[in-house]
């Protein structure tokens, strides 16, 4: 990948280079660390990591913007992450080397041309449906609605918008009172597939971090332990409100005892 140079010469960009990296993590659930960990600082495009021998201990981190990475730089630089310190720097600017590596390179022209085709495709898509006598944003012939209409309410059932049931409004939920202060807190809206490691990974850089538990059979919630309530408080400021991902901030919680 030609990164192993010191990088004092590299321009600033939106894409870092990451090594000295655990070998022995297994490569989704460092992608999935390095998201989580790094997602505070900005959005984060993709994160890169391969299986070859020559890239193992290493990875590549694109943020949306230049900030966003150079926040990084600074402020992770050494940070130990699965036990080994981290060795942070820009990645070199000639980024299509990555594409070419993650097999997602097109030239740029080419690359133009195909989004263009592909919107022209969309757009007569769209038009025959509509010569049919059927909505776009409602992809059934029978009216039903599309996959991306439906949302989870368990991790086994999906039900359209329209099979919800009325829940009588807002005066028949009556919130239940939140716990006291202290030493556990209850996490809730994580995404699915959130592992405890990438919670840790977040949690752990508040003093008096203890253990995270997660309940297999109620995905999307957590417990995260401390040694007092002070540093429980302190922890659920810092990452109040929190994306995993895009669609999931967090909603940390005292947990009830």
């Not at 922890?235 to 994306?243: C, E, P, R, T, V």
């Given at each position: 990948m030609g990164e192993m140079a010191t990088g004092h010469d590299v321009p600033p960009n939106m894409t870092i280079y990451i090594n000295n990296l655990n070998e022995k993590i297994k490569l989704e659930e460092l992608k999935k660390s390095l998201l989580a960990d790094f997602s505070q600082f900005g959005k984060i495009l993709k994160v890169l990591a391969f299986k070859t021998l020559k890239h193992r201990g290493q990875a590549w981190v694109v943020f949306e913007d230049v900030s966003s990475a150079s926040s990084v730089l600074r402020q992770k630089q050494g940070s130990m992450f699965y036990d080994k310190p981290m060795r942070i720097r820009y990645a070199k600017t000639k980024s299509d080397v990555?594409?070419?590596?993650?097999?997602?390179?097109?030239?740029?022209?080419?690359?133009?041309?195909?989004?263009?085709?592909?919107?022209?495709?969309?757009?007569?898509?769209?038009?025959?449906?509509?010569?049919?006598?059927?909505?776009?944003?409602y992809g059934g012939a029978d009216g039903a609605a599309p996959h991306d209409l439906t949302f989870s309410v368990s991790s086994h059932n999906l039900v359209q918008l329209s099979q919800i049931p009325y829940m009588g409004g807002a005066k028949s939920a009556v919130p239940e009172a939140p716990a006291p202060p202290n030493n556990i807190l209850f996490v809730q809206n994580l995404p699915h597939q959130t592992i405890p490691m990438m919670l840790q990974v977040l949690f752990c850089q508040y003093p008096g971090f203890k253990e995270v538990r997660m309940v297999e059979a109620k995905p999307g919630i957590a417990f995260v332990e401390y040694e007092n309530e002070m540093q429980s408080t302190y922890a659920m400021q810092g990452l109040q409100g929190f994306k995993i991902s895009p669609e999931n901030p967090m909603l940390i919680t005292y947990a009830k005892k």
């Amino acid at each position: 990948m030609g990164e192993m140079a010191t990088g004092h010469d590299v321009p600033p960009n939106m894409t870092i280079y990451i090594n000295n990296l655990n070998e022995k993590i297994k490569l989704e659930e460092l992608k999935k660390s390095l998201l989580a960990d790094f997602s505070q600082f900005g959005k984060i495009l993709k994160v890169l990591a391969f299986k070859t021998l020559k890239h193992r201990g290493q990875a590549w981190v694109v943020f949306e913007d230049v900030s966003s990475a150079s926040s990084v730089l600074r402020q992770k630089q050494g940070s130990m992450f699965y036990d080994k310190p981290m060795r942070i720097r820009y990645a070199k600017t000639k980024s299509d080397v990555i594409a070419n590596a993650d097999g997602t390179f097109v030239p740029r022209e080419r690359r133009k041309r195909r989004e263009e085709k592909g919107r022209k495709q969309k757009d007569q898509h769209d038009a025959n449906q509509a010569g049919m006598g059927q909505n776009p944003a409602y992809g059934g012939a029978d009216g039903a609605a599309p996959h991306d209409l439906t949302f989870s309410v368990s991790s086994h059932n999906l039900v359209q918008l329209s099979q919800i049931p009325y829940m009588g409004g807002a005066k028949s939920a009556v919130p239940e009172a939140p716990a006291p202060p202290n030493n556990i807190l209850f996490v809730q809206n994580l995404p699915h597939q959130t592992i405890p490691m990438m919670l840790q990974v977040l949690f752990c850089q508040y003093p008096g971090f203890k253990e995270v538990r997660m309940v297999e059979a109620k995905p999307g919630i957590a417990f995260v332990e401390y040694e007092n309530e002070m540093q429980s408080t302190y922890a659920m400021q810092g990452l109040q409100g929190f994306k995993i991902s895009p669609e999931n901030p967090m909603l940390i919680t005292y947990a009830k005892k």
